[in-house]
Structures are given as C-alpha cells and as structure tokens.
C-alpha cells in the first residue's frame, strides 16, 4: 500500500478532529517513508498544528505535513488555496472532501435559515468548489485525461433521511448525486471518484450539532458502540492504495448495532 502512496500530496478537509484528523494521520502512518506531502486544512489552525506536531512524532519527517487555514464555506478561501500553497504541495494527487457538519435537530418548519445555510455552503457547495479547484491538477496530469482521487465523505444520511434531520440529509444526498455525476463525467479518464458513506462515528460531530452542548452530544452514543474515526479512515486509505484500475465506487460502512 506505501508504495501506491508514493510521492503523493494528499489534501484533507476538516482535518482539525475527528474522522479527517483520523485520515490525515492513516495515510502518513501507512507510508511514513514515501515522500508524502500532507496538506491538513480546517477553521481551525492551532488544532491543524498540533496534527502536523502528532504526524511529526509519530513518523518523523519522511511525511511533509502542511497545516492550511481554510473555511471551505467561504468560497474566495477556496479559489485561492490552490494559487497559495508552496510549490512543493501544489501537484495534488488526493483530495479527500470531508469537512461537515450537522447544526440542530429539527423538524423541517423549525430550522433556522443561518443553519441551513451553513450546513449546505459547508458540506454541499464547499465540497464542490474544492472538487473545482483542484479538477484543473488532475485534469493536467498524464495522457489519459488526467489523473487523482476524489474521496467524498458523505453519510447514512444521504441515503436513510430520518426526522429531525431533513436538511442535513438532503445536503448528504447532494453530495451523492454530485458524487454519482461526477464519476460518470470523468469515466474516460483516470481520474476516480470515491464516497465513503460513514454510520454513527464518536467524534466531535455531535457536539457541533448540539451548538457545544456536550452532555446532549455524549447521549447520542448511550448504550451504543459507535465506529472511530480510525475505522472510517483505514477505508479511505485502502480506497486510495488499490492498484490504479480499481475504483472502489463507494462504501456505506456503520456499527454493527446500526445495520
Ligand atoms: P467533527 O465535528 O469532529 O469534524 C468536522 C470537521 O469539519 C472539523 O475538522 C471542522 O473543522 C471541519 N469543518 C466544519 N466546517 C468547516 C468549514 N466551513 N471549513 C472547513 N472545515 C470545516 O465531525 P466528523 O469527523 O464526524 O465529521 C467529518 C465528516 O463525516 C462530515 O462530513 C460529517 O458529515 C461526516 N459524517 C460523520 C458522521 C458521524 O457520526 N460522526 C456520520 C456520517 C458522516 P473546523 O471547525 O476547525 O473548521
């Protein structure tokens, strides 16, 4: 699998907890010796730092981790992510689309416009304009129409809508639509679109759902077994070190107790 990751930049969106924080550490754990370049990006910086320091620690310096302050949100940040990065980190092989978030539970009449807002110009549109910014690169690479990984994180969601959760699973089933089209688009090239559809995973997901509210976050996961972000990114990071003909279309992977 390392010697599939070869030299490869591999960019991680929502890196600062959770399952991208997991991803971004999988792939430098995999191939700590390979020349990887890691750019580790989300709102928060002093968390991205504190990643690279991990990263750092755990594999030494065989993996270049760049932390980025970036609000996919915002989309002039992401029109200028590509231009700004270092030389060295700019030929992106892997993108990995998995900043989102949740924000309140509540029935569709009730939801506040801020929220859903905010939970589509993160996790629909963000994830977009990033595909487009990095498109071009991929687009560029090679004879056969290009080459790289587009790994979307979508969600159970997308496909099982449930009460209480109306637009957040409709940003979820965009993201698969988006996902789906994509593919289709680029099937003569080499380029693969992947999604991994996660269950109920521990991280801070919950918490940001809540508006910070920890102790409803924590009962979420009451008498349950929830995945880890490790368990999501081990399946990212064997999507993107399959041999190059294999697309691995998409994955929907929950807890036992979910099925
Ligand atoms: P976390 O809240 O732990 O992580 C979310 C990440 O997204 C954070 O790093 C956050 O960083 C980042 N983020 C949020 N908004 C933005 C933004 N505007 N720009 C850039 N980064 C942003 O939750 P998870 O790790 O659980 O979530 C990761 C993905 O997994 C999401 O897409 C989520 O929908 C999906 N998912 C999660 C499930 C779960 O049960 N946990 C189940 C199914 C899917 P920062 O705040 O620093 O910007």
């Given at each position: 699998?390392?010697?599939?990751?070869?030299?490869?930049?591999?960019?991680?969106?929502?890196?600062?907890?959770?399952?991208?924080?997991?991803?971004?550490?999988?792939?430098?754990?995999?191939?700590?010796?390979?020349?990887?370049?890691?750019?580790?990006?989300?709102?928060?910086?002093?968390?991205?730092?504190?990643?690279?320091?991990?990263?750092?620690?755990?594999?030494?310096?065989?993996?270049?981790?760049?932390?980025?302050?970036?609000?996919?949100?915002?989309?002039?940040?992401?029109?200028?992510?590509?231009?700004?990065?270092?030389?060295?980190?700019?030929?992106?092989?892997?993108?990995?689309?998995?900043?989102?978030?949740?924000?309140?539970?509540?029935?569709?009449?009730?939801?506040?416009e801020e929220?859903?807002?905010?939970?589509?110009?993160?996790?629909?549109?963000?994830?977009?304009?990033?595909?487009?910014?990095?498109?071009?690169?991929?687009?560029?690479?090679?004879?056969?129409?290009?080459?790289?990984?587009?790994?979307?994180?979508?969600?159970?969601?997308?496909?099982?809508?449930?009460?209480?959760?109306?637009?957040?699973?409709?940003?979820?089933?965009?993201?698969?639509?988006?996902?789906?089209?994509?593919?289709?688009?680029?099937?003569?090239?080499?380029?693969?679109?992947?999604?991994?559809?996660?269950?109920?995973?521990?991280?801070e997901f919950?918490?940001?759902?809540?508006?910070?509210?920890?102790?409803?976050?924590?009962?979420?996961?009451?008498?349950?077994?929830?995945?880890?972000?490790?368990?999501?990114?081990?399946?990212?990071?064997?999507a993107a070190?399959?041999?190059?003909?294999?697309?691995?279309?998409?994955?929907?992977?929950?807890?036992?107790?979910?099925?």
């Amino acid at each position: 699998a390392a010697q599939r990751l070869e030299g490869k930049t591999i960019v991680v969106t929502g890196a600062s907890s959770g399952i991208g924080r997991s991803i971004a550490v999988e792939f430098a754990r995999t191939a700590p010796k390979n020349n990887l370049k890691l750019v580790v990006t989300a709102r928060r910086e002093e968390a991205l730092r504190e990643l690279a320091d991990q990263i750092r620690s755990e594999v030494g310096d065989g993996v270049k981790v760049l932390p980025f302050k970036l609000d996919v949100s915002n989309p002039e940040e992401v029109r200028r992510f590509v231009p700004s990065l270092p030389e060295e980190f700019r030929d992106i092989n892997i993108l990995v689309n998995n900043a989102g978030l949740v924000k309140g539970v509540a029935r569709a009449p009730e939801i506040a416009e801020e929220d859903i807002n905010i939970m589509f110009s993160t996790n629909v549109t963000g994830l977009i304009n990033m595909t487009q910014a990095v498109l071009p690169i991929f687009k560029a690479r090679g004879s056969e129409g290009g080459s790289g990984d587009i790994i979307n994180i979508g969600s159970i969601a997308g496909r099982e809508p449930y009460q209480g959760g109306s637009i957040y699973c409709a940003t979820k089933a965009a993201v698969r639509s988006f996902t789906d089209a994509l593919r289709k688009e680029l099937v003569d090239t080499r380029i693969r679109v992947i999604e991994i559809d996660p269950g109920q995973v521990e991280t801070e997901f919950s918490v940001v759902r809540f508006y910070g509210d920890k102790e409803k976050a924590k009962a979420v996961y009451a008498g349950v077994t929830p995945l880890t972000g490790d368990d999501i990114a081990e399946i990212v990071v064997f999507a993107a070190t399959r041999r190059e003909n294999v697309v691995l279309a998409e994955a929907l992977v929950f807890p036992n107790h979910q099925g």
